[in-house]
T-cell receptor, first 114, second 112 residues
């Protein structure tokens, strides 16, 4: 079954700890994205990657880091510098970056920092 | 700055009522337009998309949307909603270079 897998579905962490969210896709897509979804704010772009070993900051990159060592994988680390990390995180991918392409989404990871 | 506006935050309808959800964007160049749906507990799914051509696009589950360039709008419509349409709906605009902007979402509740 082709798709995007995010794990875990729910994640709890103590304040001050870094945490890494996993995102894997087997769609052979070049581009991958991380979004943050908060109630009433829609989806906001954290980071995106157009190709392996390359990534760019989105609108709200502060306090987050990513890597793209493999085409299939785009993990997101929420660092202790992120002031308000509790949120729903969505990973997406698209065949190629740019126009005339649609994004496919994973099921999301709900992160709660206590 | 580019933005996407969804004017309705929460819409409540009875089954068989007609639906129209508004979406406006602020960008003057070429755009790709999307409507995504998020059913309770599920991932975001594409309802329909517009890249070019006929401005009236048909999607899954009887949904359609019309791109009106002069109004910078891409409203979503369905003639007769069902209880199973209860979900959150997101409008999104792609202006290229990985700039896919989302609206704040509209929660639709359909009462049986």
């Amino acid at each position: 079954d082709g798709g995007i897998t995010q794990s875990p579905k729910y994640l709890f962490r103590k304040e001050g700890q870094n945490v890494t969210l996993s995102c894997e896709q087997n769609l052979n897509h070049d581009a991958m994205y991380w979004y943050r979804q908060d109630p009433g704010q829609g989806l906001r772009l954290i980071y995106y990657s157009q190709i392996v070993n390359d990534f760019q900051k989105g609108d709200i990159a502060e306090g987050y880091s990513v890597s793209r060592e493999k085409k299939e994988s785009f993990p997101l680390t929420v660092t202790s510098a992120q002031k308000n990390p509790t949120a729903f995180y969505l990973c997406a991918s698209s065949l190629a970056p740019g126009m005339n392409t649609e994004a496919f989404f994973g099921q999301g990871t709900r992160l709660t920092v206590v | 700055a580019q933005s996407v506006s969804q004017h309705n935050h929460h819409v409540i309808l009875s089954e068989a009522a007609s639906l129209e959800l508004g979406c406006n964007y602020s960008y003057g160049g070429t755009v790709n337009l999307f409507w995504y749906v998020q059913y309770p507990g599920q991932h975001l799914q594409l309802l329909l998309k517009y890249f070019s051509g006929d401005p009236l696009v048909k999607g899954i589950k009887g949904f359609e949307a019309e791109f009106i360039k002069s109004k910078f709008s891409f409203n979503l419509r369905k003639p007769s909603v069902q209880w199973s349409d209860t979900a959150e709906y997101f409008c999104a605009v792609n202006i290229g270079a990985n700039n896919l902007f989302f609206g704040t979402g509209t929660r639709l509740t359909v009462i049986p």
